[in-house]
Every structure is written in structure tokens, then in C-alpha cells.
């Protein structure tokens, strides 16, 4: 009896994975909540953690993955304008397990990779601006229904100076 229990629970708990969706997909960005915005904005098509090998880095503290809030300062504001919708490309997972001449492994540092210019990171910004009061809801459609002329694409972690001396074909 107790092993058929247990079996049930665990077929409840795979069922409710599958049936909880994505929130971008079932959902209008209206009626996003904290939780929906917080998967959207760190573990998405749109935004990912990506692990950089940084041979002979001295990391400490640093190798933890950009944590905190669920959108970086810089994208905090409400965005503007009409862009993609369209989903992923952005780098998941974490680097080769390659060694380094000493044979021990690479330093990674984890950076946040984030598409700001999509519709969908632009509606969950302006949805987590107006859960906090700093938009009113009449005025969020105003901010998302200006066209976008660029792609802006978001990199933050602990360690920014990795990028200090990389040219923009690098960077690209």
C-alpha cells in the first residue's frame, strides 16, 4: 500500500509538471505573477545563465551564478518600443570540462545572457513594473506598442572585466 502511495504521488507530481506550462505560451503577459516573471526572466528562451572558461582567473566568491533580482538594473526600467517575440539562441548550460596544463579544470564564471529587446522580456519587465506600482496597467500597453529599431542583448556577472579588452566581432 505504501509503495503504490508513494507511486501515485510521484505520477500527481510528474503530471503537474507537464500540465504547468510555460507562462509565456498559456498566459497573457496581464496575468503574469512574480513566479511566471521570475522563470521568464532567468530560465527562458530569452534568458539564460552561460559559463565562460576564464583560464588562470583567481574567482573566490565569484562562481556563483548572477542571483538577486529577477531582471539586472540596467533592464529594470520599463522598455519601450515593439520588438521580436520570437524565442531562444541564447547559450545554456555550462562550458567544455577541458583542463588546463596543470591539470586541473578552467575557472568558469557564470554570466547572465539575456535578450532585452524581445517582446516577451520587454512585457515581463513592464508586467514586474507594474506589480510593483511603478507603472500604472492602462499606461503598460503605451510602453510596449513603440517600435523597436535595434536588438539589445543583456551580459552581467561578477566578474565584467573578462570583456574589458574584447573587440565587438569578440563580443558578437
Known sequence: M??????GF????????VWAGDAWKDKAYQQW????????LNDSPWAKVAHVDVPGANLGDQA??????SAPAAASRPATGKGGGGGGGAPSGSAG????????DIPQ???????????TIREALV??????????EADAEKDLSGPSETYEVIIFGPRMDVFGDAAENTLK
Not at 564564471?109 to 517582446?119: A, E, T
Request: aromatic content about 8%.
Open 64 to 69: 556563483a551564478p548572477p542571483s538577486g533580482s
Open 109 to 119: 564564471i557564470p554570466f547572465m545572457v539575456s535578450w532585452l529587446s524581445s517582446r
Open 10 to 17: 510521484s505520477l500527481w507530481i510528474l503530471v503537474a509538471f
Open 97 to 104: 570540462d577541458s583542463g588546463d596544463d596543470a591539470g586541473g
Open 33 to 40: 505573477d512574480k513566479s511566471d516573471l521570475q522563470k521568464i
Open 127 to 136: 508586467r514586474n513594473a507594474v506589480l510593483n506600482g511603478q507603472v500604472k
Open 2 to 7: 505504501r509503495k503504490l502511495l508513494l507511486g
